[in-house]
Each structure stands twice: as structure tokens, then as C-alpha cells.
């Protein structure tokens, strides 16, 4: 099980943490890896980070250099490091796990094990 936290109301170029809990299963075992997906109203759901199970990580273009995704093994829990927030960051953001090969990691169907989405708001 996963459980997405973290979302909130922020200024554009203001930052957040989102945090994805794991329980039930240890992270890094099994050779899952946690992605970071949003879906803003109306829209599809995108992936936009992914972190393997032996730490690599990978960012979509559209947050790349301003997100950070890491994860604590002790926590059992990774995080989302949002900074420069703009209001196209606007968007429920949810956390699951899966093992989509490296060249797929931003197929959404590739991965299994979903928590609930938590919502970010980008005021300007």
C-alpha cells in the first residue's frame, strides 16, 4: 500500500515536499521502483518521476531541474521535491510503484500499485 501526502495550497516560485509511504512492502525489494505520476483536471495522467530500486532517477522535461525525487529506505518512504512551483504544476499527484523497464519508465500502465492522489494548487 501507498500513501501519497504533501499537497497543498503554494505561490508560483514557492516549493513543496510530497512524500509516498510505503507499507506492506519494502522499498527497493522486488526490484520496484516508485514514479511520481499528476493529472490535472481534464487531462491525462502523466508520469513525471521515477526512482529504481537502485536509486537511479529519472524526470520528465517539463520538471526537470526543478523536482527532485529521492527516497529514504529507513522511512521506507520516497519523496517529491517541488521547487519554482508555476501554475501548470497545478494537479493531483499521486505515487506508485511498478517495474517498467527504463526506456518505458513514463508508461502509466506499467505500474501496479497505486496510492490516493494529493492535490497541489499553483496560485499566481
Known amino acids: 500500500q501507498l500513501q501519497a501526502s504533501g499537497g497543498g495550497l503554494v505561490q508560483a516560485g514557492g516549493s513543496l515536499r510530497l512524500s509516498c509511504a510505503a507499507s506492506g512492502f519494502r522499498l527497493g525489494s522486488g526490484s520496484y521502483g516508485i514514479g511520481w505520476f499528476r493529472q490535472a483536471p481534464g487531462r491525462e495522467r502523466k508520469a513525471i518521476s521515477y526512482i529504481r530500486s537502485g536509486q537511479s532517477t529519472y524526470y520528465a522535461d517539463s520538471v526537470k531541474g526543478r523536482f527532485t525525487i529521492s527516497r529514504d529506505n529507513a522511512k521506507n518512504t520516497v519523496y517529491l521535491q517541488m521547487n519554482s512551483l508555476k501554475p501548470e504544476d497545478t494537479a493531483v499527484y499521486y505515487c506508485?510503484?511498478?517495474?517498467?523497464?527504463?526506456?518505458?519508465?513514463?508508461?502509466?500502465?506499467?505500474?501496479?500499485?497505486w496510492g490516493q492522489g494529493t492535490l497541489v494548487t499553483v496560485s499566481s
Open positions: 506508485a510503484a511498478g517495474r517498467p523497464v527504463v526506456s518505458a519508465w513514463f508508461t502509466v500502465s506499467l505500474y501496479n500499485y
